[in-house]
């Protein structure tokens, strides 16, 4: 039985002894208590909002981004930087893309412009015969790795939407990146199911991801902010091309709300010729 010694100007009131507490009320209290300090999540909850990160994105707007592919094959590791930005609402984005220096030590090749759109990747200083003055269009659709790998850089908006598949979610702890607050997530996606639990406008893209790697299941890293959204996501492909290569590809988030343009080039900017693997 607890007794309260309750004071008003003062005074000693006397003791008070206390109700004791209903078996519902009892549950109440503890989960308040419980709910005063930090708790890490359950596996439930993780995996709720990993699932989530797309959508939390879309309602964001746009955000900058910094990406980085590492490629490992054959004992030879080379890394693709990329920056740019990503309007997640209106599903479009731009990024420049540095590639590294060759292996002879001469200067790498002139940055890549991607402009990434559903369906379609854009290029503008591709190389391989293409005129210095002329964009390639590529349908990703048509791409056996559906543009996860093949630009240099995984389109963040496929990067986030490989998460609504996430499985075997656990929570790693909690960090921070540039000062921000996040849980740091690790578990495993399925392309082909993320493909259909994709919208409409992503879905050939992944489809034709989940045929053309060797491997559908894919390990990633995901980072949460406070409010769900992803800062930062870091998934591990694999595939065949020539012998088997790894690739990390590190996307990372920031600047939520900042204006993104983007503009599409006319159709006589767009090279038609034959262009070089």
């Not at 054959?74 to 990329?82: A, D, E, H, K």
């Not at 210095?132 to 349908?139: C, I, Q, Y």
């Not at 409010?227 to 492909?237: A, I, N, S």
Request: glycine share 12%; proline share 5%; net charge neutral.
């Amino acid at each position: 039985m607890v007794v309260h010694q309750q004071r008003r100007g003062g005074r000693d009131r006397g003791p008070v002894v206390a109700v004791p507490l209903t078996a519902a009320a009892t549950v109440l209290a503890v989960t308040a208590i419980a709910g005063c300090g930090e708790s890490e999540p359950s596996a439930a909850d993780g995996t709720a909002a990993v699932r989530a990160a797309a959508d939390v994105l879309a309602r964001s707007g746009s955000a900058r981004a910094r990406t980085a592919m590492e490629m490992a094959t054959g004992g030879t590791r080379v890394t693709i930087r990329g920056e740019g930005g990503v309007d997640f609402r209106n599903r479009m984005g731009q990024l420049l893309v540095m590639l590294p220096a060759d292996v002879t030590g001469k200067p790498g090749h002139r940055p890549i412009t991607e402009l990434l759109t559903p369906g379609a990747l854009y290029m503008k200083n591709r190389g391989a015969g293409v005129p210095e003055d002329k964009w390639v269009r590529v349908d990703t659709t048509t791409l056996a790795d559906g543009n996860l790998v093949t630009g240099g850089a995984t389109d963040p908006l496929a990067a986030a939407e490989l998460l609504r598949a996430a499985d075997g979610v656990t929570y790693v702890g909690e960090t921070e990146l540039s000062g921000t607050k996040v849980r740091h997530y690790r578990g495993t996606t399925d392309i082909a199911r993320a493909a259909r639990s994709a919208p409409a406008h992503l879905r050939g893209a992944l489809e034709a991801a989940a045929k053309g790697f060797s491997k559908d299941t894919v390990p990633f890293d995901a980072y949460l902010d406070e409010d769900g959204r992803l800062r930062k996501v870091r998934h591990r492909f694999s595939y065949v091309n020539d012998g088997p290569i790894d690739v990390s590809s590190t996307t990372l988030l920031y600047g939520f709300g900042t204006p993104v343009t983007v503009v599409l080039p006319d159709g006589a900017d767009i090279y038609a010729g034959k262009i070089a693997e």
